[in-house]
């Protein structure tokens, strides 16, 4: 292979890693690798707003509402006094599936306080998906799906996305991407929520 040839076929895979990197999914997958090897540690971080409601603007927990496995209606309103945690998946999202099992430990932790919900909302509303994921990964978590508009302020389009809810229903965290939440540091957020 002449020079020319080799210089032009590492141009373009620089190319095409630079367009991997900047793609979010395929950013997940790159921050999950180096998780792995301890170069990456995703937080959840509080949004750059304060929570505070914003006068003139309605609180957007008290329109949005899901559907359980079971066909139930949760309203976000009725969630009230709860602190909540929200992550939108996907059965086809690698990233998703590749957090699940960090999620799985933290609703364990936590899914006999009655003072923390986990809304875990797949987001295509494909119930034979999740239900055969959730079962051949052994995971007893609690599977939602929409059933009004999602915020842009909490879903913007790449998944997985988690947000948490304080108890009076405003964001408290949002992260993009793929994390892990079996941290302490997790816990320790939650609870101080939970605490307030």
């Known amino acids: 292979m002449n020079p ?3 210089k032009i076929i590492g141009n373009v895979v620089f190319v095409l890693l630079i ?6 999914t395929s950013r997940s997958y790159f921050q999950q690798m180096l998780m792995k090897i301890g170069l990456f540690k995703p937080t959840l971080e509080a949004p750059q707003q304060s929570a505070k409601p914003i006068a003139g603007v309605q609180n957007p927990s008290n329109t949005v509402s899901f559907i359980n496995h079971s066909g139930e209606t ?3 309103s009725d969630l009230k006094g709860k602190v909540v945690f929200i992550n939108f998946w996907a059965t086809w999202c690698g990233p998703c599936r590749a957090e699940m099992p960090s999620i799985h430990v933290l609703y364990d932790q936590y899914k006999d ?16 998906k999740a ?3 959730v079962k051949a990964e052994k995971l007893s978590l609690p599977i939602s799906y929409p ?6 302020e909490w879903l913007s389009g790449s998944i997985p996305t988690t947000v948490v809810l304080d108890k009076e229903g405003h964001l408290a965290a949002r992260h993009e991407g793929m994390a892990d ?7 320790t957020f939650l609870q101080d929520l939970i605490n307030k």
Do not use: C, M, Q
Not at 19 to 24: D, M, N
Not at 120 to 127: A, Q, R, S, Y
Not at 181 to 187: F, G, I, L
């Open 113 to 128: 306080n009655p003072h923390v919900v986990f809304l875990i909302v797949e987001i295509e509303g494909d119930k034979e």
């Open 181 to 187: 939440y079996s941290r302490p540091e997790v816990r």
């Open 147 to 152: 059933n009004s508009d999602i915020p842009k």
């Open 4 to 6: 020319k040839t080799k």
């Open 131 to 133: 239900a055969a994921f």
């Open 74 to 76: 949760i309203r976000l």
């Open 19 to 24: 367009g991997l990197l900047i793609w979010p």
